[in-house]
């Protein structure tokens, strides 16, 4: 069976100073990764995910993550966080062969101070 | 193109009371999909389906039922409301095969 767990339920961290949202993952079989992202009162929106490939995948506003199968880890990190990057972050795992499936980690909340 | 829509966006219920909640998807998604988020559990899957006529149980199913009976539908029935499944409500759609989950806006529902 798949399973998520992100060993952080909350990161408090002033503006500019780096950041890292660690995430570990459980599956018997190939995986693909996900990082979401949910600004107070809103949906959830994808971040960056992995699929195959390289192991390293970028988003859009700067975020990373980086696929390490002997550790069976997706931590994502960003150099310089910014005010707006606050929001909680859902890390998810799904697997062709497990269903289809998607299954979502409990969530780190990133708190980001000025 | 409108995405991922939920109704309603609020309900409150007393104990006992049933009641359904839509989900609809105009983007011919394959694979739809019910959490529920509560704090500090994160989103747990309740039901998913990867077609019209196929759906299966997720982490938590229990007092939840669902059907596929189109690619664009998947409402979620709640049989008999019980204050433990107060919580905000998410259904999502995507391709099949490691695709982008498509969210809806969620419905927020008490249960008294």
């Known amino acids: 069976a798949q399973s998520v767990t992100q060993l952080d339920s909350q990161v408090p961290v002033f503006e500019e100073a780096p950041v890292e949202l660690r995430c570990n993952y459980s599956?018997?079989?190939?995986?693909?990764l996900f990082w979401y992202v949910q600004y107070p009162n809103q949906g959830l929106q994808l971040l960056l995910k992995?699929?195959?490939?390289?192991?390293l995948v970028e988003s859009i506003n700067g975020f990373e993550a980086e696929f390490n199968k002997s550790q069976t880890s997706f931590h994502l990190r960003k150099p310089s966080v910014h005010i707006s990057d606050t929001a909680e972050y859902f890390c998810?795992?799904?697997?062709?062969?497990?269903?289809?499936?998607?299954?979502f980690g409990a969530g780190t909340r990133l708190f980001v101070k000025a | 193109n409108a995405g991922v829509t939920q109704t309603p966006k609020f309900q409150v219920l007393k104990t006992g009371q049933s009641m359904t909640l839509q989900c609809a998807q105009d983007?011919?998604?394959?694979?739809m999909s019910w959490y529920r988020q509560d704090p500090g559990m994160g989103l747990r899957l309740i039901h998913y389906?990867?077609?019209?006529?196929?759906?299966d149980q997720g982490e938590v199913p229990n007092g939840y039922n669902v059907s596929r009976s189109t690619t664009e539908d998947f409402p979620l029935r709640l049989l008999s409301a019980a204050p433990s499944q107060t919580s905000v409500y998410f259904c999502?759609?995507?391709?099949?095969?490691?695709?982008?989950?498509?969210f809806g806006p969620g419905t927020r529902l008490l249960v008294l």
């Open positions: 998810a795992v799904s697997s062709n062969t497990g269903g289809f499936k998607t299954i």
């Open positions: 999502a759609s995507s391709r099949l095969g490691g695709e982008t989950q498509y």
């Open positions: 599956s018997s079989v190939s995986v693909y």
């Open positions: 389906s990867v077609g019209a006529g196929i759906t």
């Open positions: 992995y699929l195959s490939g390289s192991t």
């Open positions: 983007m011919n998604h394959e694979y």
